[in-house]
């Protein structure tokens, strides 16, 4: 069973840069073998899709959001990081990690996490 567990700050003030990272358990125990999406929902709002990573190492951005966010792997192997710049209020969220299993779609989800964008 895959799980993934999303950790970072749940207050981030304007301007600064959110930064979260998925930790993923089970499975192969290394986010190598597929890939992996960060995905948004702002409150009363629907799913945004941000980006992805690919078992490559490969990304792609949201054409909203390119410009502002960046998704990387992280210092151990079962983990991958986000990081959204320059934030306001507008980015207030959940914030979810996924994996993207081709033509099944986001297969595994964590279970989210808020940030809130205050001063």
């Known amino acids: 069973q895959v799980q993934l567990q999303e950790s970072g700050p749940g207050l981030v003030k304007p301007s600064q840069t959110l930064s979260l990272t998925c930790t993923v358990s089970?499975?192969?125990?290394?986010?190598?073998?597929?890939?992996w999406s960060w995905i948004r929902q702002p409150p009363g709002k629907g799913l945004e899709w941000m980006g992805i990573?690919?078992?490559?190492?490969?990304?792609y951005y949201s054409p909203s959001l390119k410009s502002r966010t960046s998704i990387s792997r992280g210092t151990a192997e079962n983990q991958f990081s986000l990081q959204l710049t320059s934030v306001t209020p507008e980015d207030t969220a959940v914030y979810y990690c996924?994996?993207?299993?081709?033509?099944?779609?986001?297969?595994?989800w964590g279970k989210g996490t808020l940030v809130t964008v205050s001063s």
């Open positions: 089970g499975g192969s125990g290394t986010t190598g073998y597929y890939a």
């Open positions: 990573i690919d078992y490559d190492g490969s990304t």
């Open positions: 996924a994996r993207d299993n081709g033509s099944d779609g986001m297969d595994y």
